[in-house]
């Protein structure tokens, strides 16, 4: 491809992230799958007896996949006897609830800390070395630079790929996997050991080097502007190419964490080729590296971790605080796809999951620690049936265009152009009659709007309102018809007809903050004067 980066290298697999009109998407054997996620906590698949009774509770929430966590050292208790009875037991459930599954390889590291690595290991820091904070102190976060530690993980992740090969392959339960979970240096930006501070003061790797030269016009901002700084240098150490400072140290961390973490991954696809990607917890802004878990897949190091590790498919936010506007945009630069693993269980995701899919086409969504509310009549249950009907129109994409929106704060309002329309949004509680448009906060909501004839579309979601009018001044536009519809087996089956109250007598499409659903509208326009 010339860009250094190809889309992970997962081939002709049966499970694979390719692009369909120039948008990532992900395909189980050639049938585009949007995942409607959640991710377990992280100690709830280490009993199955736990997990269990919630199971039936998720399936009612309309996901179709659930990402749960493999733990190294429940795995691998002692070194080279692999124990993969939970594995089993977990594929088997998700099957009974027809449920995929995402896989966490909670290897390595696990949020900086290296907690989940085997006891037979922890105890051996001869064999497998350990990182010093920066008051010198040994500290449970594993060296990247441990050869041994790589040779340990790659086996375990080898052997757990070939186990899901030979025991799914043909039932294709496991959908993905996660490498790693939210790599992270901290207390220093970069690691300061004897080897970490020689490979620092040498020249930077000749593959580094080579995807600079190549790659120049695809660099993010953030690295770009060190680079171009510095002289645009390749051939000098990570200070003479980057720059003096602590971001320097970060870039270099990263590398050696991206080169970690792809030979884990490409040993894994060797074995069984599934989609695999890394995820982030995102800094706060202002705070220094090492004050944060530093050099991961962050979007101001997204080259590194892409020239470093191109066996990976995707890199990944989790989403505990943010703009979720500011760093989607990040995220999707370089022919990064969007996929969001983890995000804060509030209220806001049943809202959120429809501007991610509708304005950002993410490959998937997951609300993190999804067993805690696991009731069919929780909003994000309500999203989750109208994106589950949606679904084969989304991936299809064979609409004239779609898009999404998010009222996220109180008169937030959105402008959309699809064809020769201008369609107005806003919140529900615009209404005058809405019940809580003078409490001084509103319920985020949202909703997406597909493009589906030169004057027809879907819209779906819950809380807002739809107005639309014709870009030509000439021409004003109404509604022909509006039609409540639901998909069952993927055939349009028709509602209500809404053109009364329900749409305002003409004027408008809308959701109440506690309606859900789908409506299918034609326009028709008149001469203005
Ligand atoms: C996430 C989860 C789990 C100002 C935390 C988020 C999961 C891990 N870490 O509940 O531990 O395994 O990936 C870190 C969030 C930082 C939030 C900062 C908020």
Known sequence: ?????????????????GKKDGVAQLTIDQQPFLILGGELGNSSASNMDYLRPYLPHIREMNLNTVIAPVYWELLEPEENRFDFTLVDSLIESARRYDLKLV?????????????????????????????FDSSGRSQEILSVFGSETLEADKKAFVTLLRHIRENDASK????????????GMLSTAREVSDKANALYKARIPEELAHYLQQNDQRLVPELRKRWEENGRRVDGAW????GRGLATDEIFQAWYYGKYVNAVALAGKKEYNLPMYVNAALPRPGVLPGRYPSAGPLPHLLNIWQAAAPAIDILSPDFYNPDTRYWCDLYLRNENPLFIPEMRFDKTVAAKVFFVVGHYNALGFSPFSIESESDASAPLARSY????????IITGRTYLGMDGFLFDKKDRADTIRMGHYRIALSH??????????????WSTTGGLIIQTGADEFLVAGTGFVATFSNTDTALVTNIASSDEVSYIDGKEV????????????????????????????????????
């Open 385 to 392: 049936a109208v994106l589950q009907q949606l679904s084969p």
């Open 494 to 529: 028709l509602g209500r007809r809404m053109n009364g109250d329900q749409d305002h007598q003409g004027r408008h499409i809308r959701f109440s903050t506690d309606e859900w659903g789908i409506q299918r509208v034609r326009l028709y326009n008149s001469p203005a004067v």
């Open 428 to 441: 529900y509680n615009v209404l005058p009659w809405a019940h809580e448009s003078r409490d001084s906060v």
């Open 239 to 242: 200070e003479d190419v980057f």
């Open 172 to 183: 294709k339960t496991v959908i993905m996997v996660q490498v790693e979970n939210e790599i």
């Open 103 to 131: 896989l966490l390889w909670f290897g390595t590291w696990k949020n900086s800390m290296s907690c989940y690595v085997p006891i037979w290991m922890k105890t051996d820091s001869k064999r497998f070395p350990r990182t």
């Open 1 to 17: 491809v010339g860009c250094g980066y190809v889309w992970g290298q997962s081939g002709a697999s049966a499970i694979r992230i």
